[in-house]
Structures are given as C-alpha cells and as structure tokens.
C-alpha cells in the first residue's frame, strides 16, 4: 500500500512539475505578446499623430524649396489630378498638365494662374496609346526643373466579367493604368536623382488591398502600381528621392459616379479637393498611405477582414453597380437617339439633309 501512496505521489510531483515548465513557456508566450501588442499600439499612435495631426500644426511648407520649381501631374483636368494640381499651386510650385484635351487643359492651367499667381505649362497626351506618346513628353519636359512627379491619370470602366472586355479597351487600360505611371517616373527620375532632390506620387487605389471582381483589371493594375511604388521607395531613398504610393478609398469624382449603391457620405467619399490637401500634406511624411483618415480605417478594416469574404462582398456590390451602370448606359442611348430624331425634324437638319 505504502509503495502505490509513494508511486502516487511521485507521479503528481512529477505532473506538476511538467505544469510548471509549461506555466513558465505560457507566462514567457503571453509576456511576448503584450509587449508585441504595446509597441504595435505605440507604433500607431505616433504615425496617426505625425501623420494626420502633425501637418495641421506646422506652419505651411515651402515645397518648391524643399523639391524644386515644378511639378507635373498627369490627368490633370479633372478629379483628384486637378484637385492636386490646384492644392500644389496652392503651395506656390509651377504645374506641369497632362490630359487628352486641350480645352480643359487651357481651361485649368488658366484657373491655376489666376488663383494661385504661378507659372503653368500644358502637354496634351492620350496615355492609352502607349509608347507613341512618351518622345513627345520628353522633348516638352527638357530643361525643367521637376521637383513633384505626380502620377495620378487612371481609368476604370463600370464593373464588368473580364470576358466581357473589348481586347482594344484592355490594352488602353494597361496603358493608362500601368504604362503611363512607369513611362513618366522613366522620364522623370533622372533629374532628380541627379539633384538628389524630389518626390514621385503614385495613385494606386484601395480596391488593391484585396482582389475586386468585374474589376479584375482596375484592381491589378493598381497593385501593380502600389508594388512598383514601394520597390521604387527602396531603390532611390538613399538618393534623396520620397517615393509615396496613395491609396484612396472612394473620391468623389466622375470615376466614382457610376452607381446609386455608393454611400452618399461626404465623409467617407470626400470631394476631390478635400482628399488632396490631406494628401499633399502627407509628403514626406507616410511613404505608403490611404492619404486620408477616414480612409485609413476604411483600409485597416478592410485588411481585418478575409479575402474570400471581401471578394464575395465586392463581387455582390459589383453587380448592383454594374446593373446601374447599364440602365444609366440604355437610358443614355434612348437619349441621344431621341435628340438625334428631334434634330432630323429640325428645319436646319431637313434642308441639309435635302440638300445631300
Ligand atoms: N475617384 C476615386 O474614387 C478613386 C479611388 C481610388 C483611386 N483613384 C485613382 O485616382 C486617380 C484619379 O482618379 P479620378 O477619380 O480623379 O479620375 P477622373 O475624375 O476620371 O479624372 C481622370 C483625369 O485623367 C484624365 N485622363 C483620362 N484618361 C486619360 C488618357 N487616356 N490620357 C490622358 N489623360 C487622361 C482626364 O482628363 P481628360 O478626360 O481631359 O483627358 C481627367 O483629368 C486614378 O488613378 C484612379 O485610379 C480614384
């Protein structure tokens, strides 16, 4: 009997001595993690701190002194590219223009001058047509001075299955999309590698924290575009050069306007103008950024949530957009068909057509 007690016993002692260690391994796991846990925090705060309060306390910065007379922005006549355009001028740097029209572009670049007393210059240019353009825009940027690359002109059409797609169209959307950010950072880097001075800004998009359905193409293309971003980052930091790559959740500008789904938010969906002053004062500052705060936690939320999950929700709003976008298309159409037989009953359009 005696034997079995000293057996038990022995046996208990020996259990919870095991316990112990693994106490010991359990209080070392939950000690890593809370100091994990308060850094990661720490770590936070001070970048919400620096980056989205800091610049609202500082004075204004003199941006043509810190990267140089001019900054060109791509697609520039309209949305977040003008938007941009003006709060840069607004900072007294000289503005380079790229659009396809030169209408707007005059319209714009005389807006700029008269607002904000700088010197423009305008390039008209259809990125869709790929390499044919690029001579051209290099010949038109001799000489002067960029301190401010920004690479913003984008397309997306309304959401669509990839098959879907005309093979022109995917191709002018690489180039837009893709070409037109590698092409321009290709022409303009030299210099300011060679000034040890300048900032090159790269539109990607919040629809590339996880893939999109019906906008497999937008998505990617933006991906590509926040990769290339951060490796380029890598490359030139040591040369003096910001590398920043935005990621903007939804502005609203016409590229957003394809649906009645989308929150009406002014908040959420800020106003073109609104995004760029909070993006412009995040140079320099945050390499990588949504480049406004409500679209920060738009994207961290985003990030929390399992991809699988995210593309069924994408895929769901996706459809609703793209049936939007298609009785706004129809409705378009009956439109200007309508117009079109109204005109042809016009006594101008009879006596021509008489006339033929
Ligand atoms: N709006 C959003 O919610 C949102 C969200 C995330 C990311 N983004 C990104 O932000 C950037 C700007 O978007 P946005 O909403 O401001 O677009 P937007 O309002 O449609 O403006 C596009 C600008 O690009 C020009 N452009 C379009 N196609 C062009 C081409 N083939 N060649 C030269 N210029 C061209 C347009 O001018 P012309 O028509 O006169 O040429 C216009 O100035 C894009 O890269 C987009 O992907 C936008």
Redesign the pocket.
Same mark, same amino acid.
């Given at each position: 009997m005696a034997a079995v007690v000293d057996g038990f016993d022995l046996l208990f002692r020996q259990v919870s001595n095991g316990f112990h260690i693994y106490s010991e391994v359990l209080s070392l796991i939950g000690a890593y993690y809370v100091t994990k846990k308060v850094i990661v925090t720490c770590y936070r705060v001070q970048y919400v701190i620096r980056m989205h309060l800091y610049p609202k306390l500082r004075p204004k910065r003199d941006l043509v002194k810190e990267f140089g007379e001019w900054a060109v922005v791509?697609?520039?006549?309209?949305?977040?590219?003008?938007?941009y355009a003006m709060e840069l001028a607004h900072h007294g740097v000289n503005i380079i223009l790229?659009?396809? @029209?030169n209408e707007?572009?005059r319209k714009?670049a005389s807006e700029i001058e008269s607002f904000y007393g700088v010197k423009t210059h305008v390039i008209k240019?259809?990125?869709?047509?790929g390499s044919e353009i690029y001579e051209d825009i290099s010949t038109k940027l001799q000489g002067m001075q960029i301190g401010i690359l920004v690479?913003?002109?984008?397309?997306?059409d309304y959401p669509q299955l990839f098959l879907e797609m005309d093979a022109d169209r995917i191709r002018?959307l690489i180039?837009?999309?893709i070409g037109?950010a590698t092409m321009m950072t290709k022409l303009v880097l030299p210099q300011m590698v060679e000034r040890k001075c300048g900032v090159v800004v790269n539109?990607?998009?919040?629809?590339s924290i996880h893939p999109s359905p019906q906008l497999a193409l937008?998505s990617a293309?933006?991906t590509y575009?926040d990769v290339f971003s951060q490796a380029l980052e890598y490359e030139y930091k040591d040369y003096g050069i910001i590398v920043q790559t935005?990621?903007? @959740?939804?502005?609203?500008?016409?590229?957003?306007d394809f649906g009645e789904t989308m929150p009406r938010s002014r908040f959420l969906?800020p106003s073109?103008a609104v995004y760029a002053k909070h993006a412009v004062a995040s140079i320099g500052i945050a390499n990588r950024t949504a480049g406004y705060w409500p679209h920060a936690v738009q994207s961290w939320i985003a990030r929390q949530i399992p991809r699988n999950t995210w593309m069924w929700g994408a895929n769901i709003l996706n459809s609703a957009l793209r049936r939007q976008a298609e009785v706004r298309r129809k409705l378009k159409i009956v439109k200007s068909s309508s117009k079109g037989k109204l005109a042809s009953k016009s006594p101008t359009a009879e006596s021509a057509s008489k006339s033929v």
């Open positions: 791509t697609g520039s006549t309209d949305g977040i590219g003008k938007a790229i659009s396809r @029209s707007k572009l714009v240019a259809d990125f869709s047509l690479n913003n002109v984008g397309a997306m002018q180039n837009i999309n037109a539109v990607s998009s919040g629809t937008y293309c933006k575009v935005l990621l903007p @959740s939804y502005v609203a500008t016409k590229m957003a969906i073109a």
